[in-house]
């Protein structure tokens, strides 16, 4: 079967999750994805939060899956020349170097357009050129702070909250993914390649919209009907912390079911739709509020909206949250059960959908990883484990044109990793990002 992207030459000069999880993307999709990686060791998760001693971390193995890897010391004429040849070859070069990186080391978007027009280069910074923050280092957290998702995040008496979502790093992979695809669709018609960039608080932000809806119509009226603190709390100018509110006019909670005094994780999601009210109170055995003017409208619900979660969380107690949703259903409730990381990674439906895989590994053996979150009809992404660093290195500079004597002597000469997927040692406990001699941006 011909994959929608075969074909198509990926340099994917990234490190850590945001440039990865995008160009993995590509890699399922079935473009060529070359990881161009330091010859010290290599994207710095191969090394981190590692479970195995001497083999490749998850960290790295969950987002480098079908892809190649050569390692490359491009601070030599030899590595310059090598990457030069890449480029020339290639349809995209993704980087999430920190800024002014790349043109340190002799690849500016002017001297790679030299070398190839029709390239479209893909990048992730944290902040856009235009940003006051645009030289400041950015990691997952600090891009969800600066992108108001923090802001808004938690309970109203607490400080901001960050997601454990990577709202900053795999978020700004995927938006470049799209952003590169839709260049190429552009190339197909202008012949002519060019530059996508993503910054990681504008991703962040683009997921935070309603947020910024709800900031308009509080600097308009004042208060926000569907949070908590109306109408009985205080509103400031800015958008409060909703705590586990809906936030999008449908009230919803996260509610104690049977076995939360021991199970972290004993609860549902439960959202009260203002157009099945009916259905709702038939669900939880209070028919007798269908008609009750106390309770019949959603603004009517609102002064006493934890009085009735409160009620519901009653009807809840002699039931698991398996149980729970079993009862619900049928009644067109939108809930669902709050499911552990455990619960997931052997969830029987997501395996079949191949949500969740298990893939081989030279060094792990069998790994555990998510799949493609996106289904399509005519084919099903096959997932492949994550190379080892260096791995490609003799196929890929014997497909230039280098003989097996000249790759030998760039590996004496520390232009090539000394030997092809082996494991490196250096600074294997160092929690410094030694690929990014830019900065260290994801």
Request: charged content about 20%; aromatic content about 8%; overall charge neutral.
């Amino acid at each position: 079967m011909t994959l929608p992207l075969e074909g198509i030459k990926v340099i994917d000069f990234t490190q850590v999750q945001a440039g990865p999880a995008c160009t993995q993307l590509l890699a399922w999709f079935g473009a060529d994805v070359l990881k161009v990686e330091r010859v010290d060791g290599g994207d710095i998760t191969r090394r981190q939060l590692r479970d195995i001693p001497n083999a490749d971390a998850l960290y790295f193995t969950q987002l480098n899956s079908n892809k190649k890897s050569l390692a490359l010391n491009t601070k030599t004429s030899e590595g310059k020349g090598i990457l030069e040849k890449l480029i020339r070859q290639a349809d995209v070069l993704v980087e999430n170097f920190g800024p002014g990186a790349m043109d340190r080391m002799g690849f500016t978007w002017e001297h790679i357009q030299e070398l190839n027009p029709k390239l479209i280069y893909g990048s992730v910074k944290g902040f856009n050129d235009q940003s006051p923050y645009s030289d400041l280092k950015v990691y997952e957290n600090v891009a969800q702070c600066a992108g108001g998702a923090a802001s808004t995040t938690g309970f109203w008496d607490g400080p901001p909250t960050v997601s454990a979502a990577a709202l900053g790093d795999s978020n700004s992979g995927m938006h470049l993914a799209i952003g590169i695809l839709t260049a190429l669709i552009g190339r197909q018609k202008t012949g002519k390649g060019q530059k996508v960039s993503v910054a990681m608080q504008d991703a962040v932000l683009n997921l935070c919209r309603v947020k910024l809806r709800d900031q308009l119509r509080l600097e308009r009226v004042g208060y926000l009907e569907e949070y908590p603190q109306y109408p009985n709390g205080t509103f400031t100018d800015v958008v409060p912390r909703g705590g586990n509110a809906g936030g999008g006019g449908q009230p919803g909670w996260v509610l104690k079911c049977k076995g939360w005094e021991t199970d972290p994780n004993a609860y549902i999601y439960f959202t009260i739709q203002e157009q099945d009210w009916g259905p709702t109170c038939k669900a939880i055995g209070k028919p007798e509020w269908i008609n009750d003017p106390a309770y019949a409208t959603a603004r009517a619900r609102q002064p006493h909206i934890f009085g009735i979660f409160a009620e519901i969380e009653k009807w809840l107690a002699d039931k698991t949250k398996y149980e729970a949703i079993d009862k619900l259903r049928p009644y067109g409730i939108p809930c669902a059960p709050v499911l552990s990381m455990k619960e997931i990674a052997y969830d029987p439906a997501l395996r079949a959908s191949a949500t969740i895989v298990e893939v081989p590994h030279k060094q792990r053996g069998t790994y555990l990883t998510v799949g493609s979150p996106i289904k399509f009809s005519d084919f099903t992404p096959e997932i492949t484990g994550s190379p080892l660093l260096g791995e490609h290195t003799d196929e890929v500079l014997t497909g230039l044109g280098y003989s097996s004597d000249q790759i030998a002597k760039m590996r004496q000469a520390n232009v090539l990793l000394k030997s092809a997927g082996g494991v490196v040692q250096t600074r294997q406990d160092s929690q410094e990002p030694v690929l990014a001699e830019s900065g260290s941006k994801k």
